[in-house]
């Protein structure tokens, strides 16, 4: 396998359901609306239901992330082959049973299409179909670094199911196949990015090298290397090495 | 103050990281890599991660760099320390941060003027609405240009 080389498999899909399951063919995904698995104790509810962009002006908690469906095939993150779904995001929105929003500095609590701008970097395509993750703490919940962690890989946990199955998906099917590779310009000046990101407590905080793209699985919160910087290839960073928890 | 809802990158924002697409790309530089740093309470840790990110891209012989924040308030002090650290060790080094009309610098030096502002609000402001002011293709277009133009002054680019 070329270390320099990473291919990322789009899988566009079509038809997105709620039903008793998960399942998922090239162009459709079917996803249950809880989670199969026994949530925490610290959690009074998680609830899974699907928005369309266009027509989504209902009251939501506050919006704790946004987050691609993406999973490694071959080699690790950043190089070899990951399979991407495409025309299908995850909002994940939190609160305790009272409404406390989970937040550091300003809640996005409100109606969904005056809180959020679509079709940006960072959130849903407006023709895609918004998997909305809503995850209720019980009133005597303690806000820390901790607690929200686990909402977090709440989250992470119902939406593994779907990254198994994308696996498995054969990437000569895929819409779209995309090859990125560290290309080099000798004698052209070097330039690097410097991304200073969040790292001093409970939403306020990045994790990174996950096993999984935009994963929380395995990885290091950049407060428990306290805050010391680190070096990322662009493959690195275009296959979700980093997952935000602000 | 920290990371506001309509500055805060996102999961999405950082797998479609349009500075990382834009500077990566392009075929007049070397792109090197990201590093990526934390933003610590302690401000003995706020100055020593800004010196570590300065001692690394001196020693990777980089010419220049763009540097990028998710939040404004107290991380500004890590910002403009980190600048500054970088400056000193004769890299050319421009900023892209959310100002708009509430986050300017309590401090401005030699470096404030080559920060780049990425505010979209009409209201310039924390508006709470998530993905408004994150950096987007356009601003990272912006900083690159300004690097290439900033490195030429500098005497970076010896052609």
């Given at each position: 396998m070329n270390k320099n080389t990473l291919t990322i498999n789009a899988f566009s899909m079509q038809d997105v359901t709620i039903g008793?399951?998960?399942?998922?063919?090239?162009?459709?995904?079917?996803?249950?609306?809880?989670?199969?698995?026994?949530?925490?104790?610290?959690?009074?509810?998680?609830?899974?239901?699907?928005?369309?962009?266009?027509?989504?002006?209902?009251?939501?908690?506050?919006?704790?992330?946004?987050?691609?469906?993406?999973?490694?095939?071959?080699?690790?993150?950043?190089?070899?082959?990951?399979?991407?779904?495409?025309?299908?995001?995850?909002?994940?929105?939190?609160?305790?049973?009272?409404?406390?929003?989970?937040?550091?500095?300003?809640?996005s609590n409100g109606y969904l299409d005056e809180k959020i701008k679509f079709d940006t970097d960072g959130t849903p395509s407006s023709d895609d179909v918004v998997i909305l993750i809503d995850v209720i703490l019980k009133s005597d919940f303690e806000f820390n670094r901790e607690t929200c962690e686990m909402v977090f890989n709440t989250a992470d946990q119902f939406l593994q199911p779907i990254r198994e199955s994308l696996k498995i998906l054969n990437g000569r099917e895929a819409a779209e196949s995309f090859d990125y590779e560290d290309i080099k310009h000798p004698g052209k000046p070097k330039v690097a990015i410097v991304k200073e990101v969040a790292g001093q407590g409970a939403m306020y905080d990045n994790m990174v090298f996950a096993k999984e793209p935009g994963g929380i699985e395995k990885g290091i919160s950049i407060i428990d290397m306290d805050n010391m910087p680190i070096l990322l290839s662009a493959n690195e960073y275009r296959d979700g090495a980093i997952h935000a928890l602000v | 103050m920290g990371i506001g809802p309509s500055t805060k990158e996102t999961t999405m924002h950082h797998f479609h990281d349009p500075l990382v697409r834009v500077v990566s790309s392009d075929p007049d530089v070397d792109f090197q890599g990201v590093i990526l740093v934390g933003t610590p309470q302690d401000n003995y840790l706020k100055n020593l991660v800004g010196r570590r990110t300065a001692f690394w891209l001196e020693a990777m012989r980089t010419n220049g760099a763009i540097i990028s924040a998710d939040g404004w308030g107290n991380s500004d002090v890590d910002f403009m320390n980190t600048m500054t650290e970088i400056g000193n060790k004769?890299?050319?080094?421009?900023?892209?941060?959310?100002?708009?009309?509430?986050?300017?610098?309590?401090?401005?030096?030699?470096?404030?003027?080559?920060?780049?502002?990425?505010?979209?609000?009409?209201?310039?402001?924390?508006?709470?609405?998530?993905?408004?002011?994150?950096?987007?293709?356009?601003?990272?277009?912006?900083?690159?240009?300004?690097?290439?133009?900033?490195?030429?002054?500098?005497?970076?680019?010896?052609?």
């Open positions: 008793p399951k998960y399942h998922l063919t090239n162009n459709s995904l079917e996803i249950p609306d809880h989670p199969l698995f026994s949530i925490d104790d610290r959690l009074k509810s998680v609830t899974v239901k699907l928005v369309d962009p266009k027509n989504c002006h209902f009251k939501i908690n506050t919006i704790m992330d946004v987050i691609p469906i993406s999973t490694k095939v071959l080699g690790n993150i950043g190089y070899g082959m990951s399979n991407t779904l495409t025309g299908v995001s995850v909002i994940l929105t939190g609160a305790d049973e009272t409404g406390v929003q989970l937040h550091e500095f300003g809640s | 004769g890299i050319s080094i421009v900023g892209l941060k959310f100002i708009g009309k509430q986050a300017g610098f309590v401090v401005e030096n030699e470096h404030t003027k080559f920060v780049l502002d990425i505010n979209k609000s009409k209201s310039g402001t924390e508006t709470e609405v998530v993905g408004e002011n994150n950096l987007n293709e356009k601003d990272a277009h912006k900083a690159l240009g300004l690097l290439k133009l900033k490195m030429r002054k500098d005497g970076q680019v010896t052609k």
